[in-house]
């Protein structure tokens, strides 16, 4: 009896003073084995398991429980940490007042990055934010993506803190661990560890602690590359960064966007050199249309070993060249694909096309600098590959044929630009196919014709890593063909107001692609409720007759359709003597949202270059004359460019327009120029051309 009560206290005392962190494992005197989280209840236990219902087992039937929870305060005076303390106590002066545009402020946002003799490295981060609004919330739910092989991620803490000061612990077993790419065998290097922080809410601060454990850094273009952002969109009260390196060993970094008093101390101490970047009362960013890049706006730190380019090059031409194989099989289809061609450029479609259609593209997370390439002649196996991956495939079947074919490395321009002082693999995140050294090739093809380059791809800093002297060229623009969209729509109008209408649109460059994607895989009626929608935007009252479309599959052609719509309330009656008539504000109009401040904070970034020309003829009643037409229109700042003409003849009026982005990023001191540009282009989609009865 004594040990029953003895056993019960213990238990009792176990299960009030340690809350969950880990499952507890519950053995029977019949040898079961029982794994989930125990709490006491009448004459027994209670166990949650992860594969069945809440059980009840009885005091009688235990043999021993075993506790393999750690303990985890409840309250911020248990955790005995200072520091915490302080913030808490600072925190009780940030409010949604203070900060209307902010979701969270950041206490600290600190980072610790060790990079150790035996090259190893950690870096441990700790974040700790108070939430002012509902959006803020989201910032709970965290999830990072590791390398299984090189990389560790641990979860030092995790803990919610009530204005009370009470903690709301993350336990061990709501961290979910899963395969990134469980469907691709090929990918299955990247795990995801992810996790939401318990009773987040409106005042609440966040506390959240991670290390990630780094298992060789010295292979060559490994990270030793680190990269340090002070500040996400969010204000900031403090953000520091702390690099802690061998006294021997040479490392770079580099300071963007900081004061010029940064880093704010270098010691050395016991054989390490220690350095620390710190900024403070960081402003939020609000975020305004067509931004630059985060690379480009945000104060980061840069570190990592220096490497020129022609060791980059090398060292990637090396990882790849003895990886590429052709086996019998894609010998034998290379020799099909190419058998009735005529020159270089036919043989490089056929095997670009191929790929395009028959090899899936997967994707992956892009990281060259731990990029060792599948054998092509795996990929053409499985029939899969990510971009890396089909790009040397391409590479290795044009080179097959006889051609001639390379691979390039780049950055986007919209993700930032690169400094070619600081070379850095880890800079670049796209790759390319170069053959005959003209034509530029994108590997992940499905929906890209021949040599069009997405237009994130284009403008961009992208090396050649087959030059004999690796330098930064620039991704071609408009090549082969420019990245337009042509609308024209004949309009006939019938004296009762009642009109039909006949829509052609093309789509050429990059533009024909981005068509493609969202129209190619629908079902027939799915891909009729899609025309159906352009012609209800067209005109009210829209009743489509019938449309066309260009074969979607087809990769050498451009992207065309036609509509066929009729309405019996196009044009507007005004008693017995007026028509009104409104030019398709579809084809007229034009989003204004992005100009509507009088002032902006960045500068103007567009995503890609682009031309779009709209041509409306509109037939009109035999015995109605013009007593209205709009006027035309022409601005250019040199870097948006609008035309509009509106003419008349007989019994037409032709109503064109012509809207250019010519250059990727506008200066802030343009911005009035570019929004009278806009808004004056939007306006037409307003403007009436007024008939009158003979």
């Not at 990072?144 to 995790?158: C, G, M, Q, W």
């Not at 490395?409 to 993700?415: A, D, S």
């Amino acid at each position: 009896m004594k040990a029953k009560i003895f056993f019960l206290l213990v238990l009792l005392i176990i299960l009030f003073t340690l809350p969950y962190s880990y499952a507890d494992v519950v053995r029977l005197k019949n040898n079961d084995v029982i794994t989930g989280n125990v709490s006491l209840k009448n004459n027994g236990i209670r166990i949650q398991t992860d594969y069945s219902d809440l059980l009840f087992i009885n005091f009688n039937k235990i043999k021993s429980i075993d506790f393999t929870r750690k303990y985890l305060p409840s309250t911020i005076s248990e955790t005995g940490d200072k520091q915490l303390l302080e913030l808490f106590n600072k925190s009780k002066t940030i409010t949604e007042d203070i900060y209307p545009n902010a979701g969270y402020v950041y206490l600290l946002d600190e980072g610790f990055y060790q990079i150790n003799n035996d090259n190893t490295a950690e870096y441990t981060e700790r974040m700790v934010y108070k939430i002012l609004k509902e959006r803020g919330i989201e910032e709970a739910n965290v999830l990072r993506t590791f390398d299984k092989y090189d990389e560790e991620v641990n979860i030092i803490h995790a803990r919610a803190i009530s204005p009370q000061g009470d903690l709301a612990n993350l336990r061990d077993d709501a961290i979910k661990v899963t395969d990134r790419y469980a469907n691709y065998p090929l990918y299955n290097r990247l795990y995801n560890k992810q996790f939401s922080v318990p009773e987040v809410k409106q005042g609440t601060i966040v506390d959240i602690k991670i290390q990630t454990k780094y298992k060789n850094i010295k292979k060559f273009l490994k990270p030793t590359g680190f990269l340090f952002y002070f500040r996400s969109q969010e204000p900031a009260l403090l953000s520091t960064l702390t690099l802690k390196y061998p006294e021997k060993q040479k490392i770079h970094f580099k300071n963007f966007w900081l004061s010029q008093n940064q880093p704010l101390w270098a010691k050395k101490e016991k054989g390490w050199n220690i350095v620390k970047w710190e900024m403070k009362n960081m402003e939020e960013i609000i975020s305004e249309s067509f931004m630059p890049p985060y690379r480009d706006i945000n104060p980061r730190v840069q570190i990592g070993d220096s490497f020129t380019y022609e060791e980059i090059c090398k060292e990637l031409r090396n990882r790849i060249e003895t990886n590429i194989t052709i086996s019998p099989e894609m010998n034998k289809k290379i020799s099909y694909l190419i058998r009735n061609t005529k020159n270089d450029t036919e043989k490089a479609r056929k095997i670009y096309n191929f790929i395009a259609g028959d090899i899936r593209d997967v994707n992956t997370i892009i990281d060259i600098t731990n990029y060792y390439p599948t054998k092509p002649s795996v990929i053409f196996k499985e029939k899969y590959g990510n971009q890396l991956d089909r790009a040397v495939l391409l590479m290795s079947m044009l080179r097959g044929a006889g051609l001639n074919a390379t691979l390039a490395f780049g950055r986007p321009l919209i993700t930032g630009a690169i400094d070619k002082q600081f070379p850095n693999i880890g800079d670049f995140t796209a790759i390319a196919v170069i053959v005959n050294n003209k034509d530029w090739l994108y590997p992940g093809a499905e929906y890209y014709s021949y040599g069009i380059l997405p237009s994130f791809y284009q403008n961009s800093p992208f090396i050649n890593i087959y030059q004999k002297k690796p330098q930064i060229e620039i991704s071609p623009v408009n090549s082969p063909e420019p990245n337009t969209i042509k609308d024209s729509c004949l309009i006939t109008i019938k004296e009762d107001g009642s009109a039909k209408l006949r829509v052609d649109a093309e789509y050429k460059g990059s533009k024909s692609a981005g068509f493609r994607e969202w129209y190619k895989n629908l079902k027939p009626v799915e891909r009729k409720q899609g025309f159906e929608n352009i012609a209800a935007n067209i005109t009210k009252g829209a009743e489509m007759i019938n449309y066309t479309i260009s074969d979607l599959g087809n990769l050498d052609e451009p992207v065309k359709y036609s509509i066929d719509i009729k309405t019996n309330s196009f044009a507007s009656l005004v008693g017995d003597k007026y028509l009104l008539i409104q030019i398709p504000s579809v084809y007229s109009s034009m989003s204004t949202g992005y100009v509507a401040k009088e002032d902006r904070k960045f500068d103007i970034f567009y995503d890609e270059l682009l031309s779009r020309e709209t041509t409306v003829i509109i037939n009109l009643p035999s015995n109605y004359n013009i007593t209205y037409i709009p006027s035309g229109y022409y601005e250019t700042n040199g870097y948006i460019e609008s035309k509009i003409d509106i003419t008349k003849g007989g019994d037409k009026v032709k109503f064109f327009r012509k809207f250019s982005i010519n250059k990727q990023l506008v200066p802030l001191k343009f911005y009035s120029s570019l929004k009278r540009i806009v808004e004056n282009t939007g306006r037409y989609g307003g403007e009436r051309i007024i008939l009158e009865k003979m």
